[in-house]
């Protein structure tokens, strides 16, 4: 598949670690990862953004996109008020989480991402997949969580902040679905088997408003993603999310 995105690198500040872990770096063209190499599409140095090619092979996709396809419900967010979750029009997608080292697939492709994001393992959240019909969307949001709201206080707790994004696409898209960073003026079309990673902080490591991104409305087919975080401190199973 053509992959296709625009993009707008003015004015962006210089990079440098962030709370004892540097976002991760690329050299060359391809990004070597156990015996797969996928290909670096584009990088931006600072906020930390990369698209990779062919990160997952069509059977991994395959295998991926069925894990947790019957536990799909309909997509919450977190209250702002008392950090509960519930519904939100602006997310009308329908999602489930991936157990940690659910199969012999996810205990792999779980350590292929950690490697890709240069974090450890134990710093990921569950994975999360996520399925948008035609006409789902997300509306802009940001992945880090605003300390000044309850909600955000509570995982600001727990896991600490969320310093690294990774979206997988298990699938190609018809038309539409694209991730966009309006800020940024990036857009990111679908494509089976890429991956892209942010980093969420900025260089004093606090949230950096320039990774506001949205999930553009799906206008034909069906888009399935799988979504991994990493938090700056452990995982802890028993904690919510």
């Keep these: 598949m053509k992959l296709e995105y625009s993009f707008d690198f003015s004015a962006l500040p210089q990079p440098a670690p962030v709370r004892g872990h540097a976002p991760q770096a690329f050299v060359g063209n391809r990004f070597a990862i156990g015996e797969r190499q996928p290909r670096i599409v584009f990088s931006v140095d600072w906020p930390r953004i990369a698209l990779l090619e062919g990160f997952l092979d069509d059977g991994e996709c395959a ?70 019909g035609r006409s789902d969307e997300y509306a802009p949001h940001y992945d880090w969580f605003d300390p000044a709201t309850p909600p955000g206080r509570k995982q600001l707790e727990v896991h600490g902040q969320r310093i690294a ?13 694209s991730t966009v960073f309006p800020r940024l003026g990036i857009t990111i079309r679908p494509g089976r088997g890429n991956a892209l990673y942010f980093w969420n902080l900025n260089r004093h490591g606090m949230p950096e408003p320039l990774t506001i991104h949205a999930g553009a409305p799906v206008e034909r087919g069906e888009k399935t993603i799988v979504n991994k975080w990493f938090r700056e401190r452990p995982w802890v199973e028993s904690a919510p999310d």
């Design 63 to 132: 295998g991926l996109a069925e894990v947790a396809r019957a536990r799909l419900a309909r997509s919450t967010v977190f209250e702002r008020g008392d950090g509960t979750k519930s519904e939100f029009p602006g997310r009308t997608s329908q999602s489930a989480k991936i157990e940690r080292a659910e199969n012999d697939l996810v205990a792999r492709i779980e350590g292929r991402i950690s490697a890709l994001a240069g974090l450890a393992p134990e710093l990921g959240e569950r994975m999360e997949m996520v399925r948008y």
């Design 165 to 177: 994004t990774v979206i997988l696409y298990v699938s190609d898209v018809d038309a539409g679905g």
